[in-house]
């Protein structure tokens, strides 16, 4: 009987405890072996965490019979630049074969941003492996970002993903018919709260007061992603703390993205102070999520991180979102796959139905990505037509509307319909060239008139 082996590619934490509790609830199948493959893709590798070195996934880590780290054998190339030739391919997957000892198993290869790579190097080196996606948050909701090859896309048989969202499905591969596979949110926030419990962490610890009403804010060093400036961005999470104050929060713990300036945690101290409340920042490996929950806060705000849904339907935490219009009017380009997390928090922010909610992610991800998931249109338009001019401008500028000719486009002016498109070719272009034809054949006349 031929041996199945699953590989796990993994690079981060929440992908590690989702690929943990699919495994815990029996949703991948049986295999002889699974092997998780870290890969650390920071921009600075040496400034991030590496999955097989953190000590409180080392209970996470014990699901898998073996650990090959992908960064040494790629070492010194980074892992997002390993892009090998097509015809080295072959000969790579014989010696990754051999280097971890897969022999002529047939395998079933997990990845994370199957868009990029090294996990799209890794799903066309393995040219006769059977593909899974396991989600990396909100960003498994939105349809994938660039034309994959088919050789690829149909070998993509399911998603598996926490149901964070409950009513809302993943876009992602959904036009190749790949199965989508929640895990199940019980499921998930034990594996979560067992990453959590795995190490004692004093600095958390230490900040625990059930005697206080404690909101935690989350940043997530949006200037970096060329969204906000840092000015905005300092104002966007004053507004944050402002938030928790009016939902009834007396203490606020920050806990600051790992890049963010020490300017942006003092700026939120002072407006905390100013407002009567006590102020402490968070700055360990926990997920946010666990120090929701261990913390006991009474509320979570950020921006649009996958936290939010997460600890309200984990924990049962409520959870705000601020400044989500403006991500969804600086996002660029439009087909930015932060878009779909942003519409998601928003939708939640503002208590939109499940249904209508996977509505609204189904007519954005159309107008993201027309070409890849064209089955939505037939979703999108009703979706649209219902929407109010507002909502339409929040959610899809005017331009991409009637670009793709949805509902709610504007009429287009005198300019746009003389320079539209006639048959795939401009109506200044149609004019000029029509005028040239003109006078060629005028010119074919008088040269018969006058027998020249």
Known sequence: ?????????????????????????????????????????????????????????????????????????????????????????????????????????????????PQVAPARTLMALFSQAELGVIGDGLMTYSPIRDQLPRQLTERVSRVVYPDVVPGVAPLVFAETGAARVPVAVAEFGRVLREAGEAQPDALLDALVDPATATALVLGQYLSALGLVSAEEETALQVRMVERAADAGARRIVFKPHPSAPPALSEALARRASALGLDFATYAGDQPAEFVAHRLGAMAVIAGFSTALPTVREVFGIPAHAVGTGTVLARLAPFENSNRVPAVIVDGLERRVDPVDLQGLVDAVGYAMQPEIVTHLRARAVPVLERLTPDERERLVPASRLRRLDLPGAPAPTLPQRAGGSAGGVGRWEELRLTAAGAKRRARRVWKAATGR
């Open 1 to 113: 009987m031929t041996r199945t082996i699953q590989l796990f590619a993994l690079h981060s934490t929440y992908g590690l405890m989702t690929a943990a509790a699919a495994i815990d609830a029996g949703l991948l199948g049986e295999a002889h072996e699974r092997i998780l493959i870290p890969m650390n893709t920071a921009k600075v590798p040496e400034t991030a965490h590496d999955l097989e070195e953190v000590p409180r996934l080392t209970p996470l880590r014990a699901r898998f019979e073996r650990i090959e780290p992908l960064n040494p054998v790629l070492d010194p190339l980074h892992p997002t630049t390993w892009q090998p030739d097509e015809q080295d391919l072959p000969m790579l997957e014989r010696l990754f074969r051999r280097a971890w000892n897969l022999g002529d198993a047939r395998l079933e290869l997990f990845v994370q941003s």
